[in-house]
């Protein structure tokens, strides 16, 4: 079972981790102020007020850290070790923006208080952790689901191999169409002989995937209207596959999806949300990063000499195919492509300088992006803006390619997040897939967990090359 919060997906069991945490996470900063007082709790708030205001304050924000460092992720393949350090490195930055909420908001919170909050709050989380790694079945949590369908495009659930995307689920088995080709194992198939909701009951089914490979043949409208009347989900295929694995799958799409489906939408309002909000952090972000932008420049201006650039411009495509100038950080040789011929970036790449190397793995060569995002060529959330010569090829190769450019290119975006840094048309076609689902599930509020989540790849220097 997935829960959607901000655009996403959740799992159903990190859902309720979640729940619980924030519930334990506010019980912290009472518990804090019984060992700080050592008298009874009507005494404390006659003093200071009421403690509600700071539960809510750190609460809240140290979930939305706790989500910024990754822990509320299906993707987290951590060890033990890293969560811990996870876990340790939010609860100080959490302590760290709660101390700016209490000064900004005066809601009064000594620091003996907001210290034992602290350690009450880092002590609750790794037995919450532990509690959950070892107790909780994550099978309670899974939907039953039956497919109706084994050819080629029930193939695309039974190849789903990461352990994220079969999370939420587990496949009861398929049942055949009249005259589809069977490609599934014989052993998973499931006899219905027309009646789907017996199957369903027989089985306790909570879902059932329409995955055939031609529904204009003997298409079972009325059994599958049975299910959905008797309290069993029905969902198209292609959806599925966008909520358990969190983008859109190019091989199993078709542009009636798109053209008749949710999302796709860009109103007005939005537009003008997702431009506020890129004047905002630009503003912000431009000031909090001055003192690391004129190290990085003279960090450069050192290795290279002072007649060498400190920035580069690269043509990149932008929204609607058209190109403009990208800015960074110079990270590479002055002569990285000195025949003139775009190459894809490599790992290890021996025409990154030793500057250049420090600045990739912190991402501070994307600061000057910022300029970028100011004139308007670019946002802070979306596509990653790629060069006119590996579009033109990718285009010709990667079916619906060209849409990814119905929004302005990102210096942070879904696919980031999601999948490792792309140097081949593979991985384009990869990207592709989360930039699809982030085009459709397109809000407000998901561009702010992608900027929240955006955090853990800093801090924790993943995906850089």
């Known amino acids: ?53 700071r539960m809510l304050l750190f609460s809240v924000v140290m979930i ?63 037995a919450s952790r532990y509690v959950f790694t070892h ?24 190849n789903l191999r990461r352990r994220s995307d079969r999370r939420g689920f587990v496949v009861i088995g398929y049942v055949q169409p009249d005259g589809e080709d069977c490609v599934v194992p014989a052993g998973q198939l499931i006899t219905s002989d027309g009646h789907i909701q017996e199957v369903c009951e027989r089985h306790n089914i909570d879902e059932v995937v329409v995955a055939m490979d031609d529904r204009r043949r003997a298409f079972p409208l009325l059994e599958l209207l049975e299910c959905r009347l008797a309290g069993t989900d029905v969902i198209e295929l292609l959806t599925f596959l966008e909520r358990e694995t969190g983008r859109v799958r190019i091989d199993a799409l078709n542009p009636s999806w798109m053209i008749f489906g949710e999302g796709f939408r860009r ?36 290795e290279d000499g002072w007649h060498a650039p400190v920035f580069y411009r690269q043509a990149r495509v932008g929204l609607g195919g058209h190109a403009f100038d990208v800015l960074k950080f110079r990270s590479m040789r ?7 011929v775009a190459q894809w970036a490599q790992t290890k790449d021996p025409r990154i300088t030793r500057v250049g190397a420090i600045i990739r793995k912190i991402r501070v060569d994307e600061l000057p992006q910022i300029l970028n995002v100011v004139r308007g060529q670019m946002s802070f959330v979306g596509p990653r803006p790629e060069r006119p010569q590996f579009v033109a090829q990718l285009a010709q190769n990667i079916p619906y390619y060209a849409q990814r450019h119905c929004v302005k290119p990102g210096i942070t975006g879904w696919a980031q997040l999601c999948y490792p840094y792309g140097s081949s048309e593979q991985d384009a076609l990869e990207k592709l897939q989360y930039d699809l689902y982030y085009i459709k599930n397109n809000t407000l509020l998901f561009d702010l967990a992608i900027l929240v989540q955006t955090a853990e790849v800093v801090f924790m220097g993943r995906g850089a090359r």
């Open 64 to 126: 939305v850290c706790l989500f910024a460092f990754g822990l509320y992720s299906s993707r987290q393949r951590a060890p033990a070790f890293g969560i811990a350090v996870r876990l340790a490195a939010a609860v100080g930055a959490g302590t760290a923006v709660t101390a700016i909420g209490v000064y900004m908001l005066d809601v009064g919170m000594g620091r003996g208080m907001m210290v034992l909050s602290a350690v009450m709050a880092l002590l609750g989380l790794f």
């Open 334 to 340: 002055t002569d990285a492509e000195r025949e003139g």
């Open 267 to 302: 109103d007005p309002l939005r537009l003008f949300s997702s431009r506020s909000l890129d004047l905002l952090a630009s503003l912000l972000i431009l000031v909090v990063s001055l003192p690391a932008m004129a190290i990085t420049a003279l960090a450069i201006k050192l």
């Open 135 to 158: 107790v909780v079945d994550d099978e309670a949590f899974k939907r039953r689901v039956l497919v109706y369908g084994c050819g080629q495009r029930a193939t695309s659930i039974a």
């Open 1 to 53: 079972m997935r829960v959607r919060v901000l655009g996403q997906y959740i799992h159903g069991s990190l859902a309720v981790l979640a729940a619980v945490e924030l519930a334990m996470l506010s019980g912290a900063v009472l518990l804090a102020a019984l060992l700080r007082w050592r008298v009874p709790v009507h005494v404390i708030e006659s003093a200071m007020g009421p403690l509600w205001p």
